[in-house]
């Protein structure tokens, strides 16, 4: 933990290379103006429109994200797809089985080491993973409406700052054993 001039803060702010300007004061917060909220909103209203969009298909929020990353060739195996996906072994295990279910996904032992359990999308896994590229951009366009090319630029890079500066905070401190 690193002390901060006001209150003894759980993240490293020192990893923070720029001068760090305190936006928000606890005697004067409200969460309506809190960059973290208004992204969790946005965030939450996206994924409420994506899921409007897939009831059709049967999927859902939590089944089309590991579907798109295995259709992406992001992870081949259960525990790179939890980790991809935010989640633990047994989460991604009865995920897994849903999409099994629906035939969507098989599950294929390796032939080269039979300990490794590598996933495969079926047929109809993939053509319903190839509709949700479609599906996400009409979703994103739609709530960026009104923004110019200029102003969703900006917005992207804003957004990949916060995110860097975020993941850097997060990443744990070395500790001297002195």
């Given at each position: ?43 939450t209203l996206v994924a409420q429109g994506v899921a409007r969009e897939l009831e059709p298909t049967g999927l859902t929020n939590a089944q089309w994200v590991p579907l798109f990353k295995l259709h ?107």
């Amino acid at each position: 933990m690193v002390s901060h001039s006001t209150s003894t803060s759980l993240i490293d702010v020192d990893a923070i290379t720029c001068p760090m300007i305190e936006f928000y004061q606890a005697d004067s917060y409200t969460p309506d103006d809190s960059v973290g909220y208004m992204m969790r909103r946005i965030v939450t209203l996206v994924a409420q429109g994506v899921a409007r969009e897939l009831e059709p298909t049967g999927l859902t929020n939590a089944q089309w994200v590991p579907l798109f990353k295995l259709h992406m060739g992001c992870c081949s195996t259960a525990a790179e797809l939890a980790r991809q996906c935010e989640l633990d072994a047994g989460s991604m295990t009865r995920l897994l089985d849903r999409l099994e279910a629906k035939q969507l996904c098989r599950r294929v032992r390796s032939s080269d080491d039979r300990r490794v359990v590598n996933l495969e999308l079926t047929d109809a896994g993939r053509a319903a993973a190839q509709q949700i590229p479609a599906i996400l951009c009409r979703i994103q366009n739609a709530v960026l409406a009104g923004f110019s090319v200029e102003e969703w630029q900006v917005l992207k890079g804003y957004l990949h700052r916060i995110l860097d500066t975020a993941q850097t905070l997060q990443t744990p401190v070395e500790k001297n054993d002195q």
